[in-house]
């Protein structure tokens, strides 16, 4: 697990990171007490920054008394400022986390405003910003935060969750604040740059498309996306990257390797090609179970009132690889289920000698295929992890962590 409580022989993970942990104004921003707790756990310097509206839900004391520093919630506090500027506390912050990250803070943040000490703390600092959502389902919904999130993201801001569940209000829905556990072991796995360095990763990604005839294919729903952004996450960990694509419109991460196919038969070979020399396989594409028989010459013209066109099964890429002599150290597949996702997930992590498998619940609106958005559900032989709902990258980014971990030889 990136989160490992900080033993006397364990490095912690975020040592040397100086974190401004902004508060804002909701029902879960007692749970910031607990993140602050963790986040010195792991080694980070924390400072807290409150919102005007944090103080009706929390007091001051309690952040004061667990950071050991003044707690800080006006631009306009004579003493604080005399003590340590806002321009001083800004540049002395290597990460900003904001938790919980209110809608009315993310439309400011959004903005550029700084119309109040937090936001404008997030204005002047180049350190980088992590916001950890939580508001009512609606509110998160709601097209204004979407759009508000969405320039956010363009802009690098890194965002953990919200996650789905029972919430405040008696509502059940995607807006509840990430664990705080979780919160910290994100924000260790994205401070660690470099985990994969010297490490080869090959991942496919996209649908495979597998021709009946000239105009006409057998494909699938696979956007790709998630594929992509696990290239993305891995090269981001510092490792090299190689890119197996079925067909799909999207950008090569940087600093990726494409190799670009379009039926299963040419994805196989790709991947086989490319297997020596590789630490890990990752199988996020969607590849075909059935082609055509024959694919013909020329279009087929219509006749009769029934047609029957011959499939045969393809080669289980993942299972080869699983199984192959120049097998890479960790195989990864992917699972999409519509229901009993442990049982079907672990029965294939069994069946095709893998070391982890990601699934993910087609079934739930919102995520998966087709969505920007995803939450996996990740295991190997004696264990689990859950990655809640967010971003693609966002999730990417939690799974290459722990794949990191299992490299590593980490549970
Ligand atoms: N996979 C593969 N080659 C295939 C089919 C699938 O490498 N010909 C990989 C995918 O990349 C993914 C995993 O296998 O990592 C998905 O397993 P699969 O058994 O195909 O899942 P489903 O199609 O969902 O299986 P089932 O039809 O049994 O539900």
């Given at each position: 697990m990136p989160f490992t409580r900080v033993g006397k022989t364990q490095v912690a993970g975020l040592e040397g990171q100086r974190i401004l942990l902004g508060v804002s104004g909701?029902?879960?921003?007692?749970k910031a007490a607990e993140v602050l707790r963790r986040l010195q756990d792991e080694g980070a310097q924390v400072r807290v920054v409150m919102t005007a509206s944090a103080l009706h839900f929390v007091g001051p004391t309690t952040f004061q008394a667990l950071s050991r520093q003044p707690v800080r919630s006006s631009l306009w506090d004579e003493a604080a400022e005399a003590a340590m500027g806002h321009i001083e506390l800004a540049r002395w912050a290597t990460r900003i986390l904001v938790v919980p990250a209110t809608a009315n803070v993310i439309a400011r943040l959004a903005q550029g405003r700084a119309n109040d000490l937090l936001s404008t703390l997030c204005l002047a600092s180049e350190a980088p910003l992590t916001l950890a959502p939580a508001m009512n389902r609606v509110m998160w919904a709601h097209p204004a935060t979407q759009a508000n999130v969405a320039t956010l993201v363009a802009r690098g801001v890194e965002l953990i969750g919200p996650a789905e569940g029972d919430q405040a209000c008696g509502e059940v829905g995607a807006g509840r604040l990430v664990e705080p556990d979780q919160i910290v072991a994100a924000l260790v796995a994205s401070a660690r740059?470099?985990?994969?360095?010297?490490k080869r990763v090959l991942v496919s990604a996209g649908p495979t498309f597998e021709d009946i005839d000239p105009v006409r294919f057998i494909g699938n729903r696979s956007s790709g996306k998630m594929g992509f952004a696990v290239a993305a996450a891995a090269r981001a960990l510092g490792a090299e990257v190689t890119l197996v694509a079925g067909p799909v419109s999207l950008a090569t991460p940087a600093g990726v390797r494409r190799i670009d196919v379009r039926r299963a038969a040419q994805m196989r070979d790709a991947v086989l090609g490319e297997?020596?020399?590789?630490?890990v396989y990752l199988g996020a594409a969607a590849v075909a179970d059935y082609a055509p028989a024959r694919t013909m010459p020329q279009k087929i013209k219509k006749s009769g009132e029934t047609m029957a066109l011959e499939l045969v099964r393809t080669a289980d890429i993942l299972a080869e690889v699983a199984a192959h002599?120049?097998?890479?150290a960790l195989v990864v597949g992917f699972a999409a289920e519509t229901q009993d996702m442990e049982a079907y997930a672990r029965d294939k992590l069994q069946r095709k000698g893998l070391d982890m498998i990601a699934a993910n619940d087609?079934?739930?609106?919102?995520?998966?295929?087709?969505?920007?958005d995803n939450a996996l559900s990740v295991f190997w032989h004696d264990g689990r992890r859950d990655i809640p709902h967010g971003s693609k990258p966002r999730v990417a980014r939690d799974l290459m962590a722990l794949v990191a971990d299992r490299l590593e030889g980490g549970k």
């Amino acid at each position: 697990m990136p989160f490992t409580r900080v033993g006397k022989t364990q490095v912690a993970g975020l040592e040397g990171q100086r974190i401004l942990l902004g508060v804002s104004g909701g029902i879960a921003a007692y749970k910031a007490a607990e993140v602050l707790r963790r986040l010195q756990d792991e080694g980070a310097q924390v400072r807290v920054v409150m919102t005007a509206s944090a103080l009706h839900f929390v007091g001051p004391t309690t952040f004061q008394a667990l950071s050991r520093q003044p707690v800080r919630s006006s631009l306009w506090d004579e003493a604080a400022e005399a003590a340590m500027g806002h321009i001083e506390l800004a540049r002395w912050a290597t990460r900003i986390l904001v938790v919980p990250a209110t809608a009315n803070v993310i439309a400011r943040l959004a903005q550029g405003r700084a119309n109040d000490l937090l936001s404008t703390l997030c204005l002047a600092s180049e350190a980088p910003l992590t916001l950890a959502p939580a508001m009512n389902r609606v509110m998160w919904a709601h097209p204004a935060t979407q759009a508000n999130v969405a320039t956010l993201v363009a802009r690098g801001v890194e965002l953990i969750g919200p996650a789905e569940g029972d919430q405040a209000c008696g509502e059940v829905g995607a807006g509840r604040l990430v664990e705080p556990d979780q919160i910290v072991a994100a924000l260790v796995a994205s401070a660690r740059p470099g985990r994969l360095a010297g490490k080869r990763v090959l991942v496919s990604a996209g649908p495979t498309f597998e021709d009946i005839d000239p105009v006409r294919f057998i494909g699938n729903r696979s956007s790709g996306k998630m594929g992509f952004a696990v290239a993305a996450a891995a090269r981001a960990l510092g490792a090299e990257v190689t890119l197996v694509a079925g067909p799909v419109s999207l950008a090569t991460p940087a600093g990726v390797r494409r190799i670009d196919v379009r039926r299963a038969a040419q994805m196989r070979d790709a991947v086989l090609g490319e297997l020596a020399g590789h630490d890990v396989y990752l199988g996020a594409a969607a590849v075909a179970d059935y082609a055509p028989a024959r694919t013909m010459p020329q279009k087929i013209k219509k006749s009769g009132e029934t047609m029957a066109l011959e499939l045969v099964r393809t080669a289980d890429i993942l299972a080869e690889v699983a199984a192959h002599p120049q097998r890479p150290a960790l195989v990864v597949g992917f699972a999409a289920e519509t229901q009993d996702m442990e049982a079907y997930a672990r029965d294939k992590l069994q069946r095709k000698g893998l070391d982890m498998i990601a699934a993910n619940d087609v079934a739930r609106a919102g995520q998966g295929f087709e969505c920007d958005d995803n939450a996996l559900s990740v295991f190997w032989h004696d264990g689990r992890r859950d990655i809640p709902h967010g971003s693609k990258p966002r999730v990417a980014r939690d799974l290459m962590a722990l794949v990191a971990d299992r490299l590593e030889g980490g549970k």
